[in-house]
């Protein structure tokens, strides 16, 4: 009896003993790949049960995530383990991702539903840069009623001409206009850029706060562009007795065209590297004969590297029929802007499918308001209701800016050998970017509205041959079939294609078999690859993605 009240004792702590013992917890994770499939239970004995996680990552068992407790088993311990695995091939630490949506702590930016439209924050991810990758300052000149420079959200991104000392009285840098430190006021004609009778920049600032407001500085409203430096030159003020002339806007471009043709000259020790302008204004009613000067201006500012965008009118119809000013102006360098509903509907405006280029968000824009007084005793220095192609045009100056700032070493080469073909290159971006909708189709050239990443995207392909500017959009008919696919790619075309070629995303030719039907890859790993198919003299290229 005593035996067996000690074996029931015994029986008793031992289990106790068991319950008790901590459990294991994987802490540490690896993905591992193996030559093979490989069965749960035949990996658990050939690693000797040491992981406590082993789940499959595919359907054919060839990629696992295994996981260990660092306490009883090292990761130096456990890569030996599985050194000695047969068919084991690679292996890698496991750990988190960051979703790349970059969103700034700018705290009005969720009000700016037009930053998701033309895809703003997915260009962030890839440059927030003001420079280009030759240290060149990118600087955008915003030709409009002037701007407060003590507004908060500008700190940092109003152009300072340091060739001119302020208030010496000398023209330092040789460009005609003495102490233009700050940029230069055409209204009263002076250097600054606030001052006027009536000054308000009720227009100006909220067309230089889409551009380039400060992003990522806890206040207020993000800029397209994270960083930049506005060019401010006067044109108007608003005063209701205001009047300006087509004289005022050629002094203004002809301003902006001397710091960039300085700045060329001396190698950036003068002037500054002015890639675009914004103008949101014009003249209704009007045609190219009737200013042939200042139309001329596009071209000249183009020669130089400088592309133009203009707001087309906000009275809808035919531009053509009606007139309009500069948007009939005959020149590759400008870019003529309508505008869009946050719906992506066409929003009033004038239209034309050759004169107009593309359309951009233009209805109730949140943005910047001037820095008056008044303003900052109503806490009103940021607001919305901003609507009209005023308001559209300074998206795509801004976009010009970013695609500087993302240029590769190939584009860069062609802006310093040949500015207006940098320009010229720059304006195809923006437009063959364009997503193509069907509520705008008639409207403008591209039957499009602005998207910034995939002027990008574009670029990119420029920049690895792929695609050269005069043919990256082309009228034939082509389908790449099944993409994505294992690498047997099937062609469909209204013209005959003559041959089709892979290359990787470093740009190398990769092995492959074309039969006049299909193109038929060599043994390659999943991921993205470029098409290019051989049409007569014609290249094109397009997206493939194997997956096996």
Known sequence: ???????????????????ALPVKQADHFLIVQFARPMQEIELKELTAFRFI???????????????????????????DILRKVPYFMLSQPDGPINLRKTIPNDTLFSKQGHLNLIRAAEAWDLTRSGVNRRGDTIVVAVIDDGLHINHPDFQGNIWINYADTMDNGIDDDGNGYIDDHYGWNFV???????DSLYYEARHGTPVAGIIGARVNNITGVSGIMWNVKLMIVNVADTSPLILVYQSDAIRAYSYVLQQRKLYNATGGQKGAFVVASNSSWGANNRFPHQAPLWCAMYDSLGKYGI???????????????NGDLPTLCPSTHLIAVGSSSPGDNFYQCGFSTTHVDLSAPGYNIFSTNAYTQQN???KNVYNDGNSGTSFAAPMVTAAIGVLHSYACERILDSIKANPAKGSAMMRKFILEGADVL???????????????????????????GFVNVGNIQSEVDIRLFPNPGNGTIQVLSDKPVTAMECYDLAGKLISSEFDGEQLKLGDVENGVYFIRVYIGEQVLTYKYVKVQ
């Open 376 to 378: 900052i005793n109503t």
């Open 53 to 79: 996680v082993l789940e499959p990552l595919n359907i054919e068992k060839t990629l696992y995530k295994l996981g260990y407790d660092s306490k009883t088993l090292t990761d130096l311990g456990a890569t």
């Open 1 to 19: 009896m005593m035996f067996r009240i000690l074996l029931v004792f015994c029986l008793f702590l031992s289990a106790t003993s068991v319950e």
């Open 438 to 464: 069907q509520s705008l189709a008639g409207k403008s050239v591209t039957s499009g509205r602005l998207n910034i990443k995939r002027s990008i995207e574009i670029m990119d392909q420029y920049c690895l």
């Open 307 to 321: 592309l133009n965008c203009a707001a087309v009118t906000n009275q809808e119809g035919l531009v053509e029929t």
């Open 188 to 194: 009263n004609m002076n250097n600054d850029i606030s």
